[in-house]
């Protein structure tokens, strides 16, 4: 039976030479000039720092530029309220991958709205779809596509 699976993650090393990149240009531009500006990644955050929100939201468009330059979906990114902190302002954006159990079970609902002939099943941090004809799980694919989630999804393991 044909069969995929939905999940949501993003290349770890695309997001560590996208935020390299931004290091760099942020220590080149004039108007960083003199100021103690960075980017630093640890896991799956990203924090930036700086000595005003103002060049927050410079350093913000500066990274969101290089990660989609490098493939890396934005929506994936979960951005904090900048925290004032002596002389610095910081500020959190979280990478969240996989999906979580209520996203999970609204695509799993999707689905089943949809009254395809096709099962999905929730495994983990994934949705497998399963169906006799390839057709009914390609109409899911065009489907989730054209909805509007919270997450940027990917398709993966199409077998007939």
Do not use: W
């Amino acid at each position: 039976m044909p069969t995929f699976d939905i999940i949501s993650e993003f290349d770890k090393h695309e997001i560590k030479n996208a935020v390299d990149q931004a290091n760099k240009e942020v220590t080149t531009r004039f108007d960083f000039k003199g100021t103690d500006s960075s980017f630093e990644l640890t896991d799956d955050k990203l924090i930036m720092t700086s000595e005003s929100t103002f060049q927050l939201q410079q350093m913000f468009s500066v990274v969101c530029s290089k990660l989609s330059r490098r493939g890396v979906d934005i929506a994936c990114m979960e951005v904090g309220d900048p925290k004032p902190g002596g002389k610095s302002v910081r500020q959190e954006i979280i990478m969240k991958q996989g999906l979580d159990s209520a996203l999970a079970k609204k695509i799993v609902k999707l689905i089943k709205d949809k009254k395809l002939k096709v099962q999905a099943a929730i495994q983990g941090d994934q949705v497998r779809v399963t169906g006799k004809n390839r057709d009914d799980l390609q109409e899911v694919i065009k489907m989730l596509r054209e909805e509007k989630l919270d997450m940027p999804l990917q398709f993966e393991n199409f077998r007939d």
